[in-house]
């Protein structure tokens, strides 16, 4: 979406492209549009700009874009990749009402089997559900050094609406009493909705927020964060091996052939095709984007590392190498991450631990097995019962 323009705008720009109607008729239309999406408050809606909305909210807007001229066929190229497991069980709600109350031929594109299987009768694709589950969980790597790489102790803080440079007025507190630890060689994963404080957390531990009370204490320098889109993340005009040398020419205590070296060290080590090396970002796949991706944040070496939903927008295949290449870099590099998912069979294939955030708290937290085979909270069940 156009970060410039007011969603409702964007909405009815389909009608004043496509139709004659009047500006007042354009906006009525736009309106009902937003509606018929089952968005609260329409007229809020309308008045918004992209950024003031959720992931979900934005997901429905633009499903009011499309059928505002009343098509008689949508194509949905995965409208539900980077959503939670709840919200994306609310849009596929959506999609199958719309499908049946306005006679909307869909062609529903997704790498995600067990979302295809919630749409379309596909008996014949999955004569049984086992088709689409996860490998099996294999033996996850325990440590028992009893080295701390991070604490994050009792904090509670948000952020000031609007940002830091435009001295936002309005005070929004996000997190309430967090409490953990991740310990050495471990792979805790963080599950939780849509705007329940995961990225406001990240953004703490990061020290790009301060608590407004606890603390949060690093047992290790310089923690990295892999992002959600390397597409984004990565400069257009650049290539791979300009993005992974970056870091190393800022830090400034090596000579260009030193730099290089380590680049195509790390390069290796991500198992990225050399013809790969010196492309750019547009062109390379999803899955060779990530691996530049992780390449730029292990280059300075860290010990810790945040990886932000970073396999959400890759198909399923792709998704298993990288979660494979996360493990053998644990291993190999001696790191620790925190995991931060929406796709619960992702957490549950990768991590040694899970804590389950809910507005902002802690509500639970174990090992993998223990909470997804014995949750106790109400909350946890309603989100394996969504995302397994």
């Not at 937003?34 to 909210?57: C, F, I, T, W």
């Not at 559900?129 to 102790?153: A, H, Q, W």
């Not at 796949?285 to 810790?304: C, E, H, K």
Request: one cysteine or more; a negative charge.
């Amino acid at each position: 979406m156009d970060p410039l323009m007011r969603v409702g705008e964007q909405v009815a720009e389909v009608l004043r492209i496509h139709t004659d109607l009047n500006e007042s008729e354009r906006r009525e239309k736009a309106l009902k549009a937003l509606a018929d999406v089952e968005l609260q408050n329409p007229e809020k809606v309308y008045r918004s700009y992209p950024h003031e909305l959720s992931g979900g909210m934005l997901q429905r807007v633009m499903i009011a874009a499309a059928i505002v001229i009343e098509p008689s066929l949508l194509l949905l190229d995965e409208p539900t990749t980077a959503l939670d497991v709840t919200i994306q069980a609310q849009i596929l709600e959506l999609l199958r009402k719309l499908n049946e109350e306005y006679a909307i031929s869909m062609l529903f594109i997704s790498h995600n089997l067990k979302v295809v299987r919630k749409l379309p009768p596909a008996a014949s694709v999955y004569p049984t559900p086992d088709r689409c589950d996860p490998e099996p969980r294999k033996e996850i790597l325990m440590t028992d050094s009893g080295e701390l790489i991070l604490e994050v102790r009792h904090v509670s803080g948000g952020y000031r609406e609007g940002g830091f440079f435009t001295g936002g007025r309005h005070y929004h507190e996000v997190l309430h009493d967090v409490d953990f630890v991740v310990d050495h060689g471990e792979i805790l994963g963080l599950v939780g909705e849509s705007g329940t404080g995961k990225t406001t957390l990240t953004r703490m531990i990061l020290g790009l927020l301060k608590p407004e009370s606890g603390e949060i204490i690093h047992h290790t320098k310089r923690p990295q964060i892999i992002f959600q889109d390397p597409y984004s993340s990565l400069n257009p005009a650049y290539t791979a091996e300009w993005a992974v040398e970056e870091p190393l020419r800022i830090y400034g205590k090596y000579d260009a052939g030193e730099r290089k070296r380590r680049v195509h060290e790390m390069l290796e080590r991500v198992e990225l095709p050399r013809e790969c090396w010196g492309a750019k970002p547009d062109e390379l796949s999803g899955g060779q984007r990530q691996r530049v991706s992780i390449a730029s944040a292990l280059i300075r070496r860290p010990r810790f590392l945040i990886a932000d939903e970073p396999v959400s927008a890759l198909d399923v295949t792709i998704q298993a190498q990288i979660l494979k290449l996360l493990k053998q870099l644990r291993d190999q590099l001696d790191l620790s991450y925190l995991f931060i998912s929406h796709d619960l069979n992702v957490v549950y294939q990768l991590c040694d631990r899970v804590l389950v955030m809910k507005q902002g708290r802690i509500v639970e937290q174990g090992t993998v097995d223990e909470v997804y085979d014995h949750p106790k909270e109400e909350y946890t069940k309603r989100l394996l019962a969504a995302g397994l």
